[in-house]
């Protein structure tokens, strides 16, 4: 079955605990995405990749890392989460990154840093 | 700045009823989507308008595509209670700077 995945799909950390949120997709996409989304401010772009070793910030880039050294994976890396990191988490993938092409996204991780 | 309104914020009408939510924006918008997000899942992509002035129907759903590519919306025919969901518009602008871009979305409720 075509999917993203992200793990863990909830996580309750603390403030300065360095964190990793996991995504893969097994449908040879080669664009890949990461988006926060908040009450009354919808959904966000934090960064993307158009290709392996190929990453870019989008709109919310402060605190975040991302890599992509594989084309299925793209892990998103908080080094000392915060609590104003405290968000619903949107990994997503497509055959490009145009809207023409269609983004899949994953099920969410709900991060909660106290 | 939010270059995509989404109007209304919420809405709550009884099953059988019609109803319409807007996308606008004061930018040109190469193509835009539709997607449907339910409680505890990801979006979920219902359509994709790309020619100004393109309508595309899904079963109940219409959705329009303004002529000057600035706007669109989403009618519901009969609504039912499956209809229930946070739906978003996303494009992408003209000058193709490879990032899309969300609206804020429209809650929607149908009553039983």
């Known amino acids: 079955e075509a999917q993203v995945t992200q793990n863990p799909r909830y996580l309750i950390t603390v403030t300065g605990k360095k964190l990793t949120v996991t995504c893969s997709q097994n449908?040879?996409?080669?664009?890949m995405s990461w988006y926060r989304q908040d009450p009354g401010l919808g959904l966000r772009q934090i960064y993307y990749?158009?290709?392996?070793?190929?990453?870019d910030k989008g709109d919310v880039p402060e605190g975040y890392k991302v890599s992509r050294k594989e084309k299925r994976n793209f892990p998103l890396i908080l080094e000392s989460p915060s609590p104003n990191q405290t968000s619903l988490y949107f990994c997503?993938?497509?055959?490009?990154?145009?809207?023409?092409?269609?983004?899949?996204f994953g099920p969410g991780t709900r991060l909660t840093v106290l | 700045t939010q270059l995509l309104e989404q109007s209304p914020q919420f809405l709550s009408i009884q099953e059988g009823e019609n109803l319409t939510v807007y996308c606008n924006s004061s930018?040109?918008?190469?193509?835009l989507q539709w997607y449907r997000q339910e409680p505890g899942e990801g979006p979920v992509l219902l359509v994709t308008?790309?020619?100004?002035?393109e309508v595309k129907k899904l079963k109940r759903l219409t959705f329009q595509f303004g002529d000057a590519r600035k706007d669109s919306s989403l009618h519901i025919t009969a609504a039912q209670p499956g209809d229930t969901g946070l739906y978003l518009c996303?494009?992408?602008?003209?000058?193709?700077?490879?990032?899309?871009?969300f609206g804020k979305g429209t809650r929607l409720h149908i009553l039983p």
């Open positions: 997503a993938s497509s055959l490009s990154g145009t809207v023409l092409s269609t983004q899949y």
């Open positions: 449908m040879n996409h080669e664009y």
């Open positions: 990749s158009m290709n392996v070793e190929v990453t």
């Open positions: 930018s040109v918008f190469s193509s």
């Open positions: 308008v790309v020619t100004g002035g």
């Open positions: 996303a494009g992408e602008r003209g000058n193709r700077d490879d990032k899309i871009i």
